[in-house]
């Protein structure tokens, strides 16, 4: 059968140590069963591999920090629709989501690029600040967690835990402190990097099972695989990890996934205790970093929700294969300074 | 006592639980008492067995075979309600 032609654009091309998703999910669209896709790289630093991977992604262009606001990047958008008549976005990063929901209905009705995101709501819902809300209403466990903005509040919330616990940051990073001195040392380097708030978060003893899964927007769970982190890098990333086949976790999965309607990727992650108690760490709006392990268990994720945003009717995944791996590896490429000297002056590659 | 049903045993006596994702080795005997218990076998059975097969006495058998339950037990091998 011939392969339709189609150009979909993809953001998260940090290959690095603490990597984005997108060159895993450029990989599982490039073995879509109907598509033949066009990939434009759509990257925010020049340094990010992906925009160098010229088997992989076929041409990138720099777009503006999130920051810049949702104008700047629909302005972009527009320049680069120009010259490649995009179908499809898929955007990775937590931190730009928000841009891209609040663009999803212009791009799609002023230029017919599609995609397929959570509502505002739901992403909202599930912030790392909102989490705790989250398990109440949908009754899922989630380690209580409270969220601070200066520290300052630090001695407040020093009856309601006990050490150790987990200082989070509002999209990234997660350090365990020992002590109130700890605290204050996770709390200033995160905030630095990240923003405010902080979150301070129980800690659970356990191991720290994962899901990657999509959900059609009616409730219904297009798939979903469970994974084991199997070897983790000092910034707390899975290096290696195996498929799993844990029915309980699955269905806490697809309860989420029905009663909050999602709609798009996302990623659960959770603590397994010893008595087998199952506690909702964070919910990521988008596609992990791994999501190449469940193409390999045989559910091609971005496959399935490129349909979706182009429209069409998906079935529901019925298995996945359980004790497959996957192990990262790190690569030296070599590049021109041509390259280099091209996208860091024209923003495009 | 009965080794859960999902649990992957090879030739080689690697065994890989996909509830939880964790892996194991056992040795040769290991590997056919494990087997035993995967094909209901009783614990009289399995006694018999290893007694007619190996030298060794009911004692020593019997010392080593609780160990090893208790090494599949403690990583949660067993089935659930087999295991007291």
Known sequence: MKKTDITIAVTGLNAIDSPGPGISVIRALRESSYYNPRIIGLSYDTMEPGIYMHDLVDKTYQIPFPSAGVDNLLHRIREINKKEKLDVIIPNFDAELFNFIKLEQRLSEDLNIKMFLPSLNQFEERQKS????????????????????????????????????VVKGKYYDAKIAYSREQIAQHFEKISVRWGLPIIIQEYI???????????????????????????????????????????????ITHDIIKATKWKGSLELEFIKTSNEEYYLLEINPRF??????????GQNHPDALLKMALGRKVKSFSKHETGKMFIRYSYDMIVNLKEFEKISTLGEL | MKIKQNIAISDSGFIFNPTTGDSFSTNPIGQEIIKLLHNSKTEDEIRSFILETYQISRDHFEKDYYDFINVLKKYK????????
């Open chain 1, 205 to 251: 003893f356990g191991s720290e099972v994962n899901v990657t899964a999509i959900g059609d927007g009616t409730g219904r769970t297009v798939g979903a695989v469970p994974m084991r982190k199997q070897y983790i890098t000092d910034k707390g990333k899975a290096w290696s990890g195996i498929s799993l086949d844990d029915d309980k976790l699955l269905k």
């Open chain 2, 77 to 84: 091998l067993l089935e659930e309600n087999e295991k007291d």
């Open chain 1, 288 to 297: 992990p970093a791994w999501i190449y392990l469940a193409v390999g268990c």
């Open chain 1, 130 to 165: 909102n989490l705790f809300a989250f398990g109440k209403k949908y009754k899922v466990k989630v380690p209580k967690n409270k969220t601070l903005f200066s520290l300052s509040e630090i001695p407040l919330i020093e009856n309601d835990f006990t050490f150790p616990l």
